[in-house]
């Protein structure tokens, strides 16, 4: 299947300071990635979609001017969280839709973000 | 909401099949049936995915009821490493506008 690769695995940062995590689809181009929020013994939950060279698309009760999502290029997506505070630490992963004919999703193996 | 019910855990010998049924029975005629697995700290794995009929690849079989109701998902061989949480979700895939949504899964255990 389809590679996803995200980049850092895991960061911690201090409180107050902004981190970014890169998603990337390295063998297929992704014109929609989505960002999903996982915390302890929860399922996922979907954040955002973002969609190549336009604005991403956030799910209620999520802050936008919080999670900056750009989705540059084919295979690129970053989440940017800003001013980061202890409730934002969690397991963030991002999916690439791959278009070329089949439906599912490609998951990325997550970023672990600790925010002190 | 997740559109579909699955146990919340289940065990399963080392060696044996792992049945893990899903139920949906709210599912409409074009929402494919996916079934995608986590492993602890890791991103889902995407495993099969079917329509109507039941599908089979090197990881495991699909089985879906004649009404679309509710589907199993069979590990034929359970291994000690396919223990995981195990989602199945309802879409028409976002081709179609829609997302997926995770429920809670099941936990499946296989034990030696």
């Known amino acids: 299947g389809a590679v996803v690769s995200q980049h850092p695995s895991w960061v911690i940062c201090k409180s107050g300071t902004s981190v970014k995590i890169e998603c990337r689809s390295l063998d297929f181009q992704a014109t929609t990635m989505f960002w999903y929020r996982q915390f302890p013994k929860q399922s996922l939950m979907l954040m955002a979609t973002?969609?190549?060279?336009?604005?991403?698309?956030?799910e209620q009760g999520v802050e936008k001017d919080k999670f900056l999502i750009n989705h540059a290029s084919l295979t690129l997506s970053t989440l940017t969280v800003t001013s980061a505070h202890p409730e934002d630490s969690s397991f963030y992963i991002c999916?690439?839709?791959?278009?070329?004919?089949?439906?599912?999703?490609?998951f990325g193996p997550g970023t672990r973000l600790t925010v002190t | 909401d997740a559109k579909t019910t699955q146990p919340p855990s289940m065990d399963c010998a080392e060696g044996r099949a792992a049945n893990l049924p899903c139920n949906h029975s709210?599912?409409?005629?074009?929402?494919?049936v996916y079934w995608y697995r986590q492993i602890h700290s890791q991103g889902p794995q995407y495993i099969i995915h079917g329509l109507k009929n039941n599908e089979t690849n090197e990881m495991a079989s699909l089985i879906i009821t004649e009404d679309r109701k509710s589907s199993t998902l069979i590990l034929p061989h359970a291994t000690l490493r396919d223990t995981a949480v195990y989602y199945c979700i309802v879409s028409k895939g976002y081709n179609y506008g829609q997302n997926f949504v995770f429920g809670p899964g099941t936990r499946l255990s296989v034990l030696p």
């Open positions: 709210t599912i409409s005629g074009n929402e494919y």
């Open positions: 999916s690439a839709w791959d278009r070329r004919g089949s439906y599912e999703q490609y």
């Open positions: 973002s969609n190549e060279g336009s604005k991403a698309t956030y």
